[in-house]
């Protein structure tokens, strides 16, 4: 990605399709800084918030991730700040990593609800091994089954903080309303 350093206000960077940000970290100064739009639409799909990748800020290439990311709260499909973190080969990052949930459907067929509890974890991890997410498979899941992070498929090098034992998912049966069934019969 490459970024360029700021120097006019937060409204005149919006108004050229924009979006204003600042880098930080290790042997970097913090600097303001601004990023085309969609180039920074496209990182942050590709990278989220839990991988890194090269920003080009003049004539030097860094090792960053986005450390934090504000959204308009009025329009939530548009980015308004970032953070990236310069990060060196030997560091670790934290960071929430997503879990998606897969085979769902396959569970929802045989007519269980799935309850996502958790739909992230807080993972430490080296700086060139981040993931984008986490993936359960629930589909051979039944009735009053649950999964927890200890379920989750950790990489080597990870470590997840949080308790093991803490539900990611929950498998149950739907409950009927006695009440509402009594109405439907005497209707």
Not at 49 to 76: C, E, W
Not at 96 to 102: G, L, Q
Not at 128 to 139: A, H, K, P, R, T
Request: proline share 3%; with cysteine; aromatic share 8%.
């Amino acid at each position: 990605m490459k970024i360029e350093k700021r120097t006019e206000k937060l409204k005149d960077v919006r108004a050229q399709e924009k979006v204003a940000g600042v880098i930080y970290g290790k042997n970097i100064k913090s600097q303001a800084i601004q990023v085309d739009y969609k180039e920074f639409v496209k990182a942050y799909h590709e990278f989220g918030q839990s991988m890194t990748f090269k920003a080009k800020l003049g004539s030097r290439n860094h090792t960053v991730y986005f450390k934090d990311i504000q959204i308009d709260p009025i329009n939530p499909n548009n980015f308004i700040h970032f953070d990236l973190q310069k990060v060196s080969a030997n560091d670790t990052i934290t960071a929430d990593i997503p879990i998606y949930i897969v085979g769902k459907e396959a569970v929802e067929k045989k007519g269980l609800i799935v309850q996502q509890i958790l739909d992230s974890v807080e993972t430490e991890f080296p700086v060139s091994e981040g993931i984008s997410n986490f993936e359960l498979d629930v589909s051979a899941l039944e009735g009053n089954d649950t999964l927890a992070v200890g379920d989750l498929d950790c990489p080597e090098g990870f470590i997840i903080h949080q308790d093991k034992d803490a539900l990611v998912i929950n498998v149950t049966y739907p409950s009927y309303d006695e009440e509402e069934e009594e109405t439907d019969e005497e209707e």
